[in-house]
């Protein structure tokens, strides 16, 4: 059976923005302020263009971006088709019964459409004291957060209790009408075996398609252990890409950025150059087995409607 190669949009920052938080478009801002009128004319330009999905990051102390469920509620309301999905939602930290009441309530503004994955560590470190979490547990504190929430999300009563939470017949509602897929991020191995016992696809960032590959055998392992299956097609990644256009001046500091979040792999096998780079990046990750993409520019676009339609036209062909 063939598998769904989806391709969404993650934000899209522009040249004028230059955040004073230092987040730029690998930490992934929403581009210009990415606010009021700019966001509204992104979510519009992608529902008018039938872009897959729109993907909004967990930077809760920059000062361009909105919070995910925020932003999405309000993409919800705007569009009748638009996929939305947090890349990624930090869960440690967070109350996962209120995210779980988040959740629900969004997946009844826009049944069918919401896309959660979640990560452990915050992308940006001045974000880490926002989400508090005893020192040495945060991947425990993520793995029982986990539990909660994909129980809560039945709309069941939950008794819970374990080292982090406790719960004594707690519920949330409405209950999505069809479970919501829960996927996760990261690369390491620990990583890849808390996807197959506890998730239901993996939505990796900065990997290569080689590493994509092993990553996606050590879940389907992890998986089969825990007796339990990841679907085909519940496999994806984030691409970072440089514009056509941008390559002569930005490709260097494409490369920097990467090179400084992995300082153990090559940078150009980590961003696309230009758009015939980022055809050939998606093809060799679908090789790979991974069929589920988030494009993000590398660097501040000049126009967000013509990276938007550039886009659609080069990246769109290749959904299937």
């Known amino acids: ?45 992608l529902e008018a263009k039938g872009v897959d999905s729109v993907w909004l990051s967990d930077l809760a102390s920059s000062r361009s971006t909105v919070d995910p469920i925020v932003g999405l509620a ?36 826009a049944p069918g459409r919401v896309l959660p994955a979640f990560g452990v560590q915050p992308a940006l470190a001045g974000d880490r004291s926002l989400y508090p979490v005893p020192e040495g547990r945060r991947a425990a504190m993520f793995e029982e957060a986990l539990v909660v929430l994909r129980a809560l ?12 939470y406790q719960l004594e017949g707690a519920s949330v509602g409405p209950a999505p009408a069809k479970p919501l897929d829960l996927w996760l991020g990261g690369r390491a191995p620990v ?9 239901d ?7 290569t398609p080689e590493e994509a590959a092993d990553c996606r055998g050590q879940i389907e392992r992890a998986a089969a252990d825990a007796g339990r299956e990841i679907e085909d097609d519940h496999y994806g990644t984030n691409l970072l890409v440089v514009p056509d256009e941008a390559v002569e001046a930005s ?30 990046q998606v093809l ?14 590398a660097v501040p676009v ?19």
Request: net charge positive; proline share 7%.
């Open 1 to 45: 059976m063939e598998m769904k190669v989806r391709i969404g949009l993650g934000s899209i920052p522009v040249s004028r923005s230059d955040p004073a938080d230092g987040s730029g478009p690998v930490g992934g801002s929403v581009g210009g302020s990415g606010l009021g009128p700019e966001f509204d004319e992104l979510v519009d330009e």
């Open 74 to 109: 309000y993409a919800a309301g705007r569009t009748r088709r638009l996929k939305l999905g947090t890349g990624v939602l930090v869960l440690p930290g967070r109350n996962p019964a209120l995210v779980a009441a988040q959740l629900a309530g969004l997946a009844a503004l």
């Open 153 to 164: 999300l039945t709309g069941e009563p939950v008794t819970h209790r374990g080292e982090f």
């Open 191 to 199: 990583g890849m075996r808390r996807i197959g016992r506890l998730g």
């Open 201 to 207: 696809g993996w939505l990796a960032s900065f990997v």
């Open 251 to 280: 490709w260097p500091a494409a490369l920097a950025a990467a090179r400084a979040r992995r300082p153990d792999a090559d940078p150009e096998r980590l961003v696309a150059r230009g758009w015939s780079g980022s055809r050939e």
């Open 284 to 297: 060799r990750f679908v090789d790979a087995g991974l069929t589920k993409f988030v494009v993000r520019p």
């Open 302 to 320: 000049v126009s967000r409607r013509d990276f938007v339609a550039t886009f659609v036209a080069e990246l769109g062909p290749l959904q299937t």
